[in-house]
């Protein structure tokens, strides 16, 4: 059994369309969503409600805290073992979201290790002279715990290493040890929408973030931070809206400016993806055009051979 890819920008109705497929085609979703991963950010991420995932099974959602890092590579072990169990249920894999890394590291695989960068290592050397390596073993705790745990504090090469590939790649060392094969383009139905509109576009982003603001997403924010020993440098807290919320609740912008950078990051995201679309290959579909869920169900029948109930 094959697997659905939906990919598309932000604000393009693709967790509405995937439970629309996953519904007619009797299948199961797949996030692929960098920010839907952490428990507690429900409102900044769009996570889908609780009755939604009644109806139909979401999987790779609310699996680690927001002091914790996800990586492309740990997204690829879950995602596998996620459609190897929904295949296991004859059920259909539905992969739908908007973190376009996620969707390459799993149809093209992982890049190999950077090499090592002078600049960075003798970075990495003034703090460790400044500081000692017991600090910067601390540090490396923080942003990659697996390989910290397996190293002696005193270890400099290995720490060196490690921290130099969190500060070129954003990713953990041991994140790039998970490689996987990547799926078999022919295993793989692609399906991309792709906003001819973007003007509409830009519309949907406001009214978007404008519904996370009411939904209580600064109050969403503070009680993480009562809750979670934060910073602003987590991946976490980079996530499009949490980071401009950390700001709003620091006094650096007010309610206004937390709304016109929120809409502007947002618009920034979406342009990103739509510059990965371009050059993905997959079958295109307007996200606003009437009876866009018919007709994406009818061409993943066509593209599965399967018969129209």
């Known amino acids: 059994m094959t697997a659905i890819l939906l990919m598309g920008p932000t604000a393009t109705g693709k967790s509405a369309l995937a439970v629309a497929l996953a519904e007619a085609l009797d299948g199961e979703i797949v996030t692929v969503d960098s920010a839907q991963v952490y428990l507690g950010m429900d409102i900044g991420t769009a996570k889908p409600d609780p009755a939604t995932r009644a109806r139909v099974p979401h999987h790779l959602i609310d699996l680690i805290e927001p002091t914790q890092s996800y990586s492309a590579a740990r997204f690829c072990h879950d995602a596998?073992?996620?459609?190897?169990?929904?295949?296991?249920?004859?059920?259909?894999?539905?992969?739908?979201?908007?973190?376009?890394?996620?969707?390459?590291?799993?149809?093209?695989?992982?890049?190999?290790?950077?090499?090592?960068?002078?600049?960075?290592?003798?970075?990495?050397?003034?703090?460790?002279?400044?500081?000692?390596?017991?600090?910067?073993?601390?540090?490396?705790?923080?942003?990659?715990?697996?390989?910290?745990?397996?190293?002696?504090?005193?270890?400099?090469?290995?720490?060196?290493?490690?921290?130099?590939?969190?500060?070129?790649?954003?990713?953990?060392?041991?994140?790039?040890?998970?490689?996987?094969?990547?799926?078999?383009?022919?295993?793989?139905?692609?399906?991309?929408?792709?906003?001819?509109?973007?003007?509409?576009?830009?519309?949907?982003?406001?009214?978007?973030?404008?519904?996370?603001?009411?939904?209580?997403?600064?109050?969403?924010?503070?009680?993480?931070?009562?809750?979670?020993?934060?910073?602003?440098?987590?991946?976490?807290?980079?996530?499009?809206?949490?980071?401009?919320?950390?700001r709003h609740l620091d006094g650096e912008i007010d309610r206004e400016g937390l709304r016109e950078a929120g809409i502007a990051a947002t618009r920034q995201l979406a342009k990103r993806q739509m510059t990965w679309l371009r050059s993905t290959p997959a079958r295109a579909f307007d996200p606003w055009a009437p009876g866009l869920a018919g007709e994406v169900i009818a061409a993943v029948r066509t593209a599965l051979a399967v018969p129209a109930d």
């Open 80 to 246: 596998t073992e996620a459609m190897a169990a929904i295949r296991m249920r004859g059920k259909l894999p539905i992969l739908a979201g908007g973190t376009m890394l996620y969707f390459k590291a799993l149809t093209e695989g992982l890049s190999a290790l950077p090499r090592a960068d002078p600049g960075t290592r003798a970075a990495i050397d003034a703090e460790a002279a400044r500081l000692g390596w017991p600090a910067l073993h601390a540090e490396l705790a923080l942003v990659d715990p697996v390989t910290a745990a397996r190293l002696a504090p005193g270890d400099s090469q290995r720490i060196q290493r490690a921290l130099e590939v969190h500060r070129l790649t954003g990713q953990a060392l041991s994140s790039w040890h998970g490689h996987r094969a990547p799926m078999a383009t022919g295993e793989a139905i692609r399906v991309a929408l792709v906003p001819g509109d973007r003007a509409r576009l830009h519309r949907e982003i406001a009214a978007r973030f404008d519904a996370m603001l009411a939904a209580g997403l600064v109050d969403e924010l503070a009680g993480l931070r009562a809750r979670h020993a934060l910073d602003p440098s987590m991946p976490s807290m980079r996530c499009v809206g949490y980071r401009q919320a950390w």
